[in-house]
């Protein structure tokens, strides 16, 4: 412990002096430009660095580490490396200082002088990905170093006013870092200084003020510089000597499963509006969530004067409509939902508003609309409700391992209205084409909407949901795209962000509607013959799969015939025992022209619809509604006779004329 503190007055005094500025200084010189990360991916490494202070402990100690670099003052720099194992993470802070300061391990921390105004260091992690530096509902994770104490903290921040940074064991928490320091003087006046610490994934905190990171998990941290006055930071003061926020990406527990090569080029857009219980501004925590995921990520409201046009949908991979959204125009439902309908993506996390509200004319084009209302349970008569596993369909994007997480969803606090499907739900005719509508999120048992708002259950006004309420619900298009649809915009906001089940099922979900994985793949399609005769049957072959050749159960395929892009027969196809071999037949009896185009479909719930490429087949038309050939015999001979009757009838009177 000694050692730790040690280490950290070093690295106070060091880059206090490195900046040579005073306390008052600070407040307007001090500047670190921004760190730039390289992009790499943090990736778990058995051989781990010796918390000592040197980087060359061992050959290779900091080898394939992912670094960081800032400037401050005029020149100085200062590096950062990062690397973990599948428990720690490890973290180095190197730079040159001109100033040489002893380290005195002898400084009380009771001194007089701890209680002066002084300048404070800190890496802070951004728990709730709302890129601000800790609020009271969402503290940030810090690593304290004080050079006018012994030693480095765990602590936690929770805003820039007074008393807004608490040290952890204050707090019944964990103090689970350990650092030092080294000094390296190989020239007159310039000395190498350097700082390694390491800190738990997860100290399992109860009170939940620590990082929770594990494989295939990604987080913001910046380097800070604030002042304190005293000792018991009752006066924190945070500088803009504060880097930007900077990502810790660690490696994918399934990098196998994506289908996309580079995420940076995905495009997803996400438009804010106050929700009925959520202000705008808690709710960005979407946007930098996925912006620290690599996704090309891009942030909206009503004050960026942001159209929702085609032309702005035009290459975007994922809208997010997040909110109230009370102010939607025709021209933009109608934007959304050719977007949707033309392959697009839309996550829809909404609130109750009255039954006619703008958001409600957008989601009735899908199926669906949010009730104006809140959800309440009928038994305990509260409107806080809770999610729990088996409150979710099983669906593949729900419970089999992500790109991004394997985390199971476990508990998610849920507060909001319900959905209604308008028409019933299932497969059915959704904008012009093949769909599945489903609940994805629900309760069972006796739940009502709250109509009249007095918190009470009255059977004559309130809507009573007594059997399955939906909160979550998802559309998947046959040539369309997806529509998932949340009645909470307020699940997602920074204060609920930090709870690891809500972040894994946000992390599901937008995994799913950008096509990580869960696509149905097919191959081995074949049309036996191309050319039949009117009314013969047109037999067809497919092996069909999910991801890395999963057998999908139940997959539904099916062989279509089409005549000018209409579907006019239809006929299912046989499983055989592998589970991925499928055969059957077709007869286009009802294709009027010569030519008929075929097609195999093949839909599962979670996998959405794929479709091979059209085949034409030619058609033999004639003996198209034949008779017998006996029959048509006899006919042709009936048609001889009285053609030969009416030729000597005509020779007859030819003649007659000729002798007249």
Known sequence: ?????????????????????????????????????????????????????????????????????????????????????????FMVINYISYTY???????????????????WYAIIFDRNFDHKYGSELTPDDIVLINYRVNGSQDAFLNGQANDSLVIDINNNGYEDTYANVSIDTN???????????????????TKGHD????????????????????????????YSAVTDWQILKLESLYSTFSY?????????????????????????????????LGINSTLHNSNTHYTIASSNLEHVNLFILVGSQVDLSDDEIDALRSFVASGGNLLVLGDQRERQSTINLLLRNFGMELYNYTLFDEITNNSSLILETDNFADVPYLVQPMEFTNQTINTIDYFGTAINFTDGYGESIYQLQEGDLYP?????????????????????????????????????????????????????????????????LLLREVSWMLDFQFRIHYDDFSILDISVVKSDEINVNISVYGD????????????????????????????????????????????????????????????????????????????????????????IFLISIGLAVFGTIILRKTKKQESS
């Open 1 to 89: 412990m000694n050692l730790t503190i040690l280490s950290i007055i070093v690295f106070g005094l060091v880059l206090s002096n490195s900046l040579s500025l005073s306390t008052s200084q600070l407040n307007t010189e001090t500047h670190l430009d921004n760190i730039i990360q390289n992009g790499d991916i943090i990736t778990f490494n058995d051989t781990v660095p010796i918390i000592d202070g040197n980087l060359e402990s061992y050959v290779g100690e900091w080898k394939n580490a992912v670094e960081y670099s800032a400037t401050f003052g005029d020149s100085n720099s200062v590096a950062i490396k990062v690397k973990a194992n599948s428990t720690h993470l």
């Open 101 to 119: 300061v002893t380290v005195n391990t002898t400084i009380p921390i009771e001194a007089d002088y701890n209680n002066q105004t002084h300048s």
């Open 187 to 205: 020239i007159i006046d310039e000395h190498n200084i350097t700082i390694e610490f390491t800190k738990k994934l997860d100290s399992l905190d």
């Open 211 to 238: 990082i929770s990171l594990k494989q295939s998990d990604t987080l913001p941290f910046a380097l800070m510089v604030f002042e304190n006055e005293t000792a018991l930071f009752n006066e924190t003061i945070i």
């Open 260 to 292: 996309i090569e580079d995420i940076a080029n995905l495009n997803v857009t996400t438009y804010i509006s106050d929700s009925s219980f959520t202000a705008e501004e808690n709710l960005t925590s979407i946007h930098y969530l996925l912006d620290t």
């Open 440 to 504: 994805v999120v629900s309760f069972s048992g006796d739940y009502y909407i709250d109509v009249d708002e007095n918190g009470e259950f009255n059977s004559t006004l309130d809507v009573v949901l007594n059997e399955t309420t939906v909160v979550q619900a998802a559309l998947e298009l046959q040539r369309g795209g997806k529509v998932l649809a949340f009645a909470s915009a307020d699940i997602f906001n920074v204060s609920y962000i930090v709870n690891k089940d809500v972040r894994a």
């Open 548 to 635: 890395e050749g999963a057998i999908l159960n139940d997959v539904q395929v099916w062989v279509v015939a089409t005549e000018l892009k209409i579907d006019t027969d239809k006929g299912n196809l046989t499983v055989m025992d592998d589970g991925i071999s499928f055969y059957g037949s077709i007869v286009p009896e009802n294709v009027k022209g010569a030519f008929t185009d075929i097609t195999i479909r093949m839909h599962q719930r979670g996998y959405g619809y794929t479709e091979t490429e059209l085949i034409e087949v030619y058609i033999d038309l004639t003996v198209d509604s034949s008779l017998p050939l006996n029959v048509l015999t006899f006919i």
